[in-house]
C-alpha cells in the first residue's frame, strides 16, 4: 500500500538552508506535494512538482525528486522565523477522475533566532 | 462557501456514545477527504469520495466509523461507541479532481475530546 515517511523534527539557525526529506512507496504516484500547518491553522500547499519532473524552484524553495529513489526533498533558502512549522509531505495517486493523497507524520521544523 | 466548512469545531463526548462531524466543501469541489491528526501521529488517511464513484474507505480505523456523501456535495463522518483512542482532530479537505494538480484545501478541523 502507499506510505510516506519523513523525519519528525529539524531545528536550523535563522539564515541558515533547511532541507526536509520524504521517501514514498508508490511508484505511480502522479503529483508531490508539501504542505505547511502553522501553529493553530490548518493545512495549506506549498508547493507541488509533477511526477515526470525532477526539480521545481520557486523563490526560497527548492523541490527535489528522484523517483528512482523515490525521494523527495524541500530545500528552503535563508530561513526565517516565519517558516517555523510543521512541513508534510504527500503524494497521490490518480488521474483525471480523481487523486487519493497520503501524507507522511509531518517534519516539525523550529527555527532560532 | 468561500472554504471548506467544519462542524462543531469542538466536540466533547463521553466514552460510548455516538458522534457526527460535519465537513461543507468548496462549492464545485468534486474530491471529498477525510484525515486524523492525532500528536504524534501525522495525518492519518480515512476515506476519500470523487464523485459518483465507490468510495475508497480503505483507511476507516475499524467497523465504528463510517462516512456518508449526500448529493455529491456534504459529508458526514460518524464514529459510533467511541472511544478514548479516538480523541483527535478530524480534517476535511476537498480539491477539483478532474484535471488539477490535486490540491487539497482543507477545514480547520474537528477537535474531538473522548473522556
Known amino acids: 500500500g502507499e506510505d510516506v515517511e519523513q523525519s519528525l523534527f529539524l531545528s536550523v539557525r535563522e539564515g541558515d538552508s533547511s532541507v526536509i526529506n520524504c521517501t514514498y512507496t508508490d511508484s505511480s504516484s502522479t503529483y508531490l506535494y508539501w504542505y505547511k500547518q502553522e501553529p493553530g491553522a490548518g493545512l495549506q500547499l506549498l508547493t507541488y512538482i509533477f511526477s515526470n519532473m525532477d526539480m521545481k524552484q520557486d523563490q526560497r524553495l527548492t523541490v527535489l525528486l528522484n523517483k528512482k529513489d523515490k525521494h523527495l526533498s524541500l530545500r528552503i533558502a535563508d530561513t526565517q522565523t516565519g517558516d517555523s512549522a510543521i512541513y508534510f509531505c504527500a503524494e497521490s495517486t490518480g488521474n483525471t477522475g480523481g487523486f487519493k493523497t497520503i501524507f507522511g507524520a509531518g517534519t516539525r521544523l523550529f527555527v532560532k533566532a | 462557501g468561500a472554504g471548506v466548512s467544519q462542524s462543531p469545531s469542538n466536540k466533547v463526548t463521553e466514552k460510548g456514545k455516538d458522534v457526527e462531524l460535519r465537513c461543507d466543501p468548496i462549492s464545485g469541489h468534486t474530491a471529498l477527504y477525510w484525515y486524523r491528526q492525532s500528536l504524534g501521529q501525522g495525518l492519518e488517511f480515512l476515506i476519500y469520495?470523487?464523485?459518483?464513484?465507490?468510495?475508497?474507505k480503505s483507511g476507516l480505523p475499524s467497523d465504528r466509523f463510517s462516512a456518508e456523501r449526500t448529493g455529491g456535495s456534504v459529508s458526514t463522518l460518524t464514529i459510533q461507541r467511541t472511544q478514548q483512542e479516538d480523541s483527535a482532530v478530524y480534517l476535511c479537505a476537498s480539491s477539483l479532481g478532474g484535471r488539477s494538480t490535486g490540491e487539497l484545501f482543507f477545514g480547520e478541523g474537528s477537535r474531538l475530546t473522548v473522556l
Open positions: 469520495f470523487q464523485g459518483n464513484s465507490a468510495p475508497d
